[in-house]
């Protein structure tokens, strides 16, 4: 697996949710994954059930049951995720809740559809990331840019560690870059 990282630059956020405004399925994809911790594989796991009420109310937060740990972890919606999932919504849910968020063309032998795959999560970001010229940028950057930026807003190490399940402070910070970013501003400080 490439190394991947956050997306830093919050103009290059906006050109990316600009660029795949062509997709809203898409768009709401990356919306929601860099306001979420949620993993890739978790997010393609969500079904209309996840997200509203028989009612088509939006929910507050999204509850999911993480595939990598077994834990269950309830994350608010933020205004930005509840105006996109309202948009996509209104222009794509057919009235099955039990249908995936995120569907691919594809159907299993019952005639039910899939979600799209890790894969094609990772080519739809890498390629829109390609066209704005970020490099190491893959589908788990999403991840990675919500704690970059939560940390960069003061958000506490530790409430990050908890929200990412990682073991210690010390591995959230490497995970987000935050340690090699550190470094390279002392480095270029000093120029000597």
Request: no cysteine; hydrophobic share 35%.
């Amino acid at each position: 697996m490439e190394f991947v990282e956050p997306i830093r630059d919050r103009k290059k956020i906006e050109a990316m949710k600009k660029l795949l405004g062509d997709s809203p399925r898409d768009k709401l994809l990356f919306v929601i994954g860099i306001n979420t911790a949620f993993r890739v594989s978790d997010l393609l796991t969500l079904k209309y059930s996840d997200v509203m009420d028989d009612k088509g109310r939006l929910f507050e937060h999204f509850t999911l049951n993480e595939t990598k740990t077994g834990k269950n972890n309830k994350v608010a919606m933020t205004k930005g995720v509840q105006k996109e999932s309202k948009e996509y919504i209104s222009r794509n849910f057919e009235g099955n809740m039990n249908e995936y968020l995120f569907k691919s063309r594809k159907h299993d032998k019952e005639g039910n559809s899939q979600p799209i795959n890790r894969k094609s999560a990772w080519r739809i970001i890498q390629q829109t990331a390609d066209q704005l010229g970020l490099k190491s940028i893959g589908s788990h950057s999403l991840r990675k840019t919500f704690a970059y930026h939560q940390y960069q807003m003061g958000t506490d190490i530790v409430l990050l560690q908890d929200m990412l399940n990682h073991s210690s402070p010390a591995v959230t910070l490497r995970y987000i870059g935050i340690t090699q970013d550190q470094k390279d501003r002392a480095v270029k400080a000093l120029d000597l």
